[in-house]
């Protein structure tokens, strides 16, 4: 089992960055993927990017291309989201999540995930 922790949310104006960062407890924590998700109200979790156990391939929402930056220090138990060029649209409660699936490819839907923080608030003030 693992437990994540995610510490970094706030509130930014239009344009701004925020770094995001995940801590995970355990000695496994280099063997799930993990996955940045975020929910807005009203509306559906979207995973906006995720990372394989092996930090080597990577998934991002078209919403966030470019703009979002997922990565991982498996040796300090942490996987980070950097987040450039905010916008009003990007505020949501965001959560991390680590997940046993044994895919290449990092997952990109919730159901694929095994683990979850709590959330960490980002709201972008325009």
């Known amino acids: 089992q693992v437990q994540l922790v995610e510490s970094g949310g706030g509130l930014v104006q239009v344009g701004g960055s925020l770094r995001l960062s995940c801590a995970a407890s355990?000695?496994?924590?280099?063997?799930?993927?993990m996955g940045w998700f975020r929910q807005a109200p009203g509306k559906e979790r979207e995973c906006v990017g995720s990372?394989?156990?092996?930090?080597?391939?990577?998934y991002y929402a078209d919403s966030v291309k470019g703009r979002f930056t997922i990565s991982r220090d498996n040796a300090k138990n942490t996987v980070y989201l950097q987040m450039n060029r905010l916008e009003v649209a990007d505020t949501a409660v965001y959560s991390c999540?680590?997940?046993?699936?044994?895919?290449?490819?990092?997952?990109?839907?919730?159901?694929?995930?095994?683990?979850w923080g709590q959330g960490t608030q980002v709201t972008v003030s325009s």
């Open positions: 999540a680590a997940g046993t699936s044994r895919s290449r490819n990092p997952p990109s839907i919730y159901t694929a995930y095994n683990y």
């Open positions: 355990g000695r496994t924590f280099s063997s799930y993927h």
């Open positions: 990372i394989s156990w092996t930090g080597t391939t990577s």
